[in-house]
């Protein structure tokens, strides 16, 4: 049997052929089938809660020695336990109670009598997702595969292998006791790996990587694989002239306090020029409450004296940390403007009482999600009701944003005939196509 963890490249191409099998078999079962797989996963994670734990905690104290040179926001990723593992294994379960995301009829279209075409929704294939240090990711991953009839290569951030491995050793563990094959999912803990995993697009059908514009570009530049890119979050919220102040007041700190190092926390707080005298002092005193180290433009700083100034590198930051870039501004469209010049086109937030000016933001802001009077938290696949996510697409092409059950499958096209042949529609006898929808 293979190792649950590769620990060379030729183990890497035999999981990858295996997984590649196994997916189409998975894809093949009910989903009454995935469904249980996806119970018994749930329980094996329940069961081995105390060793995900016990190994999480050695990867944490790792992570925080001064020589392991690991991020405070890296490091409050990392954790993996209580609440945090409680909601995961939830997702979990939450997942069986949504649909079928393979065998989804698009299209039905009788193209002449007898002659019928579907288009019909299929797994992508096998999976190849490289995540930060975040170990939750991996049984989001890993349950969205099974759910979607897909095989999963997950290659986890080098502190998290320890936490990582014990979470892949229980999942297979819930899927041996399924109709669903262990093989469906491969835990890669390497850079060596990672590269070897990039070669194979005989195996891999799309890379999803997650971290950094810089390291989705290297992804990108190094692989024949399609790549959807989980990049920066760079979000933002406007305090518009009409916003009610107090509501605005617990957006901000919410989108920037709820959890500071997450990609849908905000990073740069754009403020009305009108509002910002009332709005800026209440602000910068609960921020400080929270121990948020503030930066701002020379206006911010002649209402919040001693604030640190910020820069134009600053507006393009995504700090991960309990720090926010501040910018007034003079009106809507300098705030639009500003976004669509620093932001990632994660997702973007107005609050206003203006119902045509959160019209004019939202059609105009280009970000995968622009809210309304809505914290910038919200964009995120369980809260979305997607039950998890693989990451959050910052494309224009679809998926995009957080992407869930409907990202992984593509579709294929059924044609059904009695014989019909392609001489019979052409020259100048041809028969006429009917194109009649039929009932989906």
């Known amino acids: 049997a293979l190792p649950r963890c590769m620990s060379s490249t030729s183990a890497v191409w035999e999981a990858a052929k295996k997984a590649r099998e196994s997916a189409r078999k998975l894809a093949a079962l009910p989903i009454e089938d995935r469904n249980d797989a996806l119970v018994r996963v749930a329980d094996a994670l329940e069961n081995a809660k105390g060793d995900?734990?016990?190994?999480?905690?050695?990867?944490?104290?790792?992570?925080?020695?001064?020589?392991?040179?690991?991020?405070?926001?890296?490091?409050s990723r990392l954790k993996f336990g209580g609440s945090k593992f409680r909601d995961t294994v939830k997702g979990v379960r939450d997942l069986t109670k949504l649909s079928d995301p393979i065998g989804d009829v698009q299209l039905h279209r009788e193209l002449d009598k007898g002659l019928v075409l579907k288009r019909v929704t299929?797994?992508?294939?096998?999976?190849?997702?490289?995540?930060?240090?975040?170990?939750?990711?991996?049984?989001?991953?890993?349950?969205?595969?099974?759910?979607?009839?897909?095989?999963?290569?997950?290659?986890?951030?080098?502190?998290?292998?320890?936490?990582?491995?014990?979470?892949?050793?229980?999942?297979k563990d819930g899927l041996g006791r399924s109709k669903a094959s262990p093989d469906v999912v491969?835990?890669?803990?390497?850079?060596?790996?990672?590269?070897?995993?990039?070669?194979?697009?005989?195996?891999?059908?799309?890379?999803?990587?997650r971290g950094s514009n810089e390291f989705v570009q290297y992804v990108m530049n190094n692989t024949d694989i399609a790549v959807l890119g989980h990049a920066d979050g760079i979000c933002h919220v406007f305090v518009d002239d009409k916003a009610d102040l107090p509501k605005a007041l617990e957006i901000a700190i919410d989108s920037k306090i709820q959890y500071p190092s997450a990609c849908n926390a905000l990073e740069t707080l754009l403020v009305h020029a009108s509002v910002a005298d009332k709005f800026l002092p209440s602000f910068a005193k609960r921020a400080a409450e929270e121990g948020v180290e503030?930066?701002?433009?020379?206006?911010?700083?002649?209402?919040?004296?001693?604030?640190?100034?910020?820069?134009?590198?600053?507006?393009?930051?995504?700090?991960?940390?309990?720090?926010?870039?501040?910018?007034?501004?003079?009106?809507?469209?300098?705030?639009?403007?500003?976004?669509?010049?620093?932001?990632?086109?994660?997702?973007d937030c107005i609050v206003t009482e203006?119902?045509?000016?959160?019209?004019?933001?939202?059609?105009?802001?280009?970000?995968?999600?622009?809210?309304?009077?809505?914290?910038?938290?919200?964009?995120?696949?369980?809260?979305?009701?997607?039950?998890?996510?693989?990451?959050?697409?910052?494309?224009?092409?679809?998926?995009?944003?957080?992407?869930?059950?409907?990202?992984?499958?593509?579709?294929r096209y059924y044609c059904t005939g009695n014989g019909h042949v392609v001489k019979d529609y052409a020259g100048d006898s041809a028969k006429a196509f009917t194109h009649v929808d039929l009932p989906k």
């Not at 009839?149 to 999942?171: D, H, P, W």
């Not at 990039?198 to 891999?204: H, T």
């Not at 501004?329 to 669509?340: C, G, K, Q, R, T």
Request: hydrophobic share 45%.
């Open 186 to 209: 491969a835990l890669l803990t390497s850079r060596e790996e990672t590269a070897e995993m990039l070669k194979m697009k005989s195996y891999v059908d799309l890379i999803i990587p």
């Open 122 to 171: 299929v797994p992508l294939g096998v999976l190849g997702i490289i995540f930060e240090a975040r170990p939750d990711a991996a049984v989001q991953i890993a349950s969205l595969g099974v759910k979607s009839g897909n095989g999963v290569l997950l290659k986890c951030g080098r502190e998290a292998v320890q936490s990582c491995t014990a979470i892949v050793n229980a999942i």
């Open 354 to 411: 203006d119902a045509g000016n959160a019209a004019l933001f939202q059609s105009h802001v280009d970000a995968a999600g622009v809210y309304w009077n809505a914290s910038t938290r919200f964009a995120d696949g369980f809260r979305y009701g997607f039950g998890a996510e693989v990451g959050i697409s910052t494309s224009m092409m679809p998926p995009r944003g957080p992407v869930g059950l409907e990202g992984l499958v593509t579709y």
């Open 294 to 347: 503030l930066k701002g433009c020379p206006a911010t700083a002649k209402i919040l004296s001693g604030i640190a100034a910020a820069t134009e590198e600053d507006w393009a930051t995504e700090y991960c940390d309990k720090i926010l870039a501040i910018k007034v501004v003079s009106d809507i469209h300098e705030a639009m403007a500003h976004i669509n010049t620093f932001g990632s086109r994660h997702t």
């Open 52 to 75: 995900i734990e016990a190994a999480n905690a050695k990867d944490c104290d790792l992570a925080s020695k001064p020589e392991a040179g690991v991020a405070p926001a890296l490091q």
